[in-house]
């Protein structure tokens, strides 16, 4: 029986780089996630408040248009991770971590969505429910967004997943919805949008630099 080759100093350090590399590389992330979902996100809520100006159509036109969108992206985003992950083959901790936390998170996100749309059908001062509904939403949104962070150590995401959250306090004490929305944008735009865009640029200039 052969004995194992004692590893030489420099091979373990080198091991060791490759295992940081390998999971700095699963960490990567383009943030045109949060790009498209903030963008989308903040035109519902921007144009919820012209709508109430306008009255173009009834209060939750632009988010039932946002609910139809949202469903067909999460069809086709599934349906390509399914023939991604036949491709790939091979499951990371990392990948199969964010897996599951998107699917809590968006198990919660239809919780709060159906809350508030039947809860508003069994009550007079349904504006209450809604805007209260909203601060929920965006709660949940600064949890997901701290949890990104942390787990990329990403400072933009978790200095916006506070913000989030105080700007979902101060939704509890607002009665108007048109102010409501206004807040959801500005919660959306710095807990989404902003960290979105930064990330995109690093993972650009990393691309770059091979």
Do not use: C
Request: hydrophobic share 50%; no cysteine; proline share 1%.
């Amino acid at each position: 029986m052969s004995e194992e080759k004692e590893l030489s100093q420099q091979e373990s350090l080198s091991i060791i780089q490759m295992m940081i590399n390998s999971a700095k590389d699963q960490q990567k992330d383009d943030g045109k996630g949060w790009i498209i979902w903030g963008w989308l996100l903040f035109a519902a809520s921007v144009s919820t408040v012209l709508n109430l100006h306008f009255k173009w159509f009834n209060t939750f036109f632009f988010w039932n248009l946002f609910g139809l969108t949202a469903i067909v992206l999460l069809v086709v985003g599934f349906i390509r991770k399914i023939y991604q992950r036949k491709q790939r083959g091979v499951k990371t901790y990392t990948s199969e971590l964010f897996r599951r936390l998107n699917s809590g998170f968006f198990v919660s996100l239809w919780f709060i969505i159906l809350f508030i749309n039947v809860a508003s059908r069994q009550v007079t001062e349904w504006h209450v429910i809604t805007n209260a509904g909203f601060a929920l939403l965006v709660n949940l949104y600064a949890f997901w967004i701290l949890v990104y962070g942390a787990a990329m150590s990403f400072k933009p995401s978790i200095i916006g997943a506070y913000i989030s959250w105080g700007i979902g306090f101060g939704m509890l004490f607002v009665h108007q919805f048109e102010y409501i929305m206004i807040l959801h944008g500005i919660a959306v735009l710095i807990g989404y949008i902003i960290p979105g865009h930064i990330a995109n640029n690093e993972f650009n200039k990393l691309r770059r630099k091979g």
